[in-house]
């Protein structure tokens, strides 16, 4: 089965920002892409507040936030990484602050980060990099920290036998 975001991929003509917009969890979530590098290497998401968002006390729903933040560093990876396959392997939500704003997800992809995992997929053909995010409220404010744990694995070879559930 394919995702909206494998037939987004295939719409060449609109821009990563928009295709990224119009994923459909995004698109019902009213995000829009302030800033995206080419090579993912830093992202910059607004997460609106609006009534679809707000929770009982009129502040942003925690699991707004997270679903915006899941497959943020994913994708990278996925751009970064081709021949792969990634997943969210886990996902740390730490509520600082309240969002009672709109809130910009902040995600940097550290070069050397980057680097190190290249390292660990040449030699032993997977890695699980753990990437630091952050929700800023409108002033200035740390709202929330994310820990993202990503699993890059190498593709299932066709006519290979899966030996276990879990990797």
């Given at each position: 089965?394919?995702?909206?975001?494998?037939?987004?991929?295939?719409?060449?003509?609109l821009?990563?920002?928009?295709?990224?917009?119009?994923?459909?969890?995004?698109?019902?979530m009213?995000?829009?892409?302030?800033?995206?590098?080419?090579?993912w290497?830093?992202?910059?998401?607004?997460?609106?507040?609006?009534?679809?968002s707000?929770?009982?006390?009129g502040?942003?729903?925690?699991?707004?936030?997270?679903?915006?933040?899941?497959?943020?560093?994913?994708?990278?990876?996925?751009r970064?990484?081709?021949?792969y396959?990634?997943a969210t392997?886990?996902?740390?939500?730490?509520f600082?602050?309240?969002?009672?704003?709109d809130?910009?997800?902040?995600?940097?992809?550290?070069?050397?980060?980057?680097?190190?995992?290249?390292?660990?997929?040449?030699?032993?053909?997977?890695a699980?990099?753990?990437?630091?995010?952050?929700?800023?409220?409108?002033d200035?404010?740390?709202?929330?920290?994310?820990?993202?744990?990503?699993?890059?694995?190498?593709?299932?070879?066709?006519?290979?036998?899966?030996?276990?559930?879990?990797?």
């Open positions: 089965m394919y995702s909206s975001l494998h037939l987004l991929s295939k719409l060449q003509f821009s990563a920002r928009r295709r990224l917009e119009l994923f459909v969890p995004f698109l019902l009213r995000v829009k892409v302030i800033d995206l590098a080419e090579d290497s830093s992202t910059r998401i607004r997460l609106p507040l609006n009534w679809v707000a929770n009982a006390a502040n942003m729903f925690g699991g707004y936030q997270a679903c915006l933040a899941d497959p943020i560093p994913a994708l990278a990876c996925l970064k990484f081709p021949g396959r990634v392997k886990s996902l740390e939500v730490d600082i602050r309240v969002g009672n704003s809130l910009i997800l902040h995600f940097d992809f550290d070069p050397e980060v980057e680097n190190k995992i290249q390292q660990e997929l040449d030699t032993n053909g997977r699980t990099p753990c990437f630091a995010m952050t929700y800023i409220r409108q200035g404010q740390v709202c929330t920290r994310i820990k993202n744990t990503v699993a890059i694995r190498c593709k299932q070879r066709p006519g290979t036998i899966i030996t276990a559930i879990h990797e």
